[in-house]
């Protein structure tokens, strides 16, 4: 079975703190994404990898950063966290043209 | 643009058929997915649709008509266990596929009664 972890299933951060998300997929996926989820805007993409070292900017990207330092992990960075950031972060890994697997996901909460 | 619609919420009874409907209108076309997702759980994948017709896998069947923009996923012999929220996703065509980055629509709340 495919295995998507992300290391933390609640975080409660301050305004103004850095934040990192990790994910780690254990099925030597190409393809890696960060995602959040908002009621009543469904799943907006933050940013993605295809390859190690590589990334892309989705939808969303600004006060986001990414890491992917090995395949096999891919690291969300907010630089100064804000309440408006204040979301469900689901991170999802796919070969290339096959279905993606999600984690459990994080809730964050900035106060 | 890229655009994809679905209904926000639909009820349907214990046993019965329902149908959820899914428009999009993307700048390149390159395969759809469903995905159920309950309420605090992440997505998982139901089904994927690449050409045009119907895929059926149990009680879930998945239509598609490139044509007409157009998805559905058919639950039948609903249960309980189908509360949930489905979201239809379309694979973004301008990559060509290469980066299987995904559009995703809202989703639609299915409450199932007894």
């Known amino acids: 079975d495919v295995k998507v972890t992300q290391s933390s299933r609640y975080l409660v951060k301050r305004t103004g703190e850095k934040v990192f998300l990790e994910c780690v997929q254990d099925m030597d996926h190409e393809n890696m994404f960060w995602y959040r989820q908002d009621p009543g805007l469904g799943l907006r993409l933050i940013y993605f990898?295809?390859?190690?070292?590589?990334?892309e900017k989705g939808d969303i990207p600004e006060g986001y950063s990414v890491s992917r330092e090995k395949k096999e992990r891919f690291s969300l960075i907010l630089e100064s966290a804000s309440t408006n950031q204040t979301s469900m972060y689901l991170c999802?890994?796919?070969?290339?043209?096959?279905?993606?697997?999600f984690g459990p996901g994080t809730r964050l909460t900035v106060t | 643009g890229q655009n994809i619609d679905q209904p926000t919420e639909m009820t349907a009874t214990e046993g019965a058929i329902v149908q959820i409907n899914c428009t999009y209108q993307?700048?390149?076309?390159?395969?759809l997915f469903w995905y159920q997702q309950h309420a605090g759980e992440a997505p998982t994948f139901l089904s994927y649709n690449v050409l045009d017709g119907l895929e059926e896998k149990g009680r879930f069947s998945s239509f598609l008509s490139r044509s007409k923009g157009y998805s559905y996923l058919l639950l039948k012999e609903l249960q309980m266990k189908d509360s949930a929220s489905y979201l239809c996703a379309v694979r973004d065509g301008r990559y060509g596929g290469a980066t299987n980055k995904l559009i995703f629509g809202t989703g639609t709340l299915l409450a199932v009664q007894p």
């Open positions: 990898s295809y390859d190690v070292k590589m990334k």
């Open positions: 999802a890994s796919s070969q290339t043209t096959t279905e993606q697997y």
């Open positions: 993307t700048s390149g076309f390159n395969g």
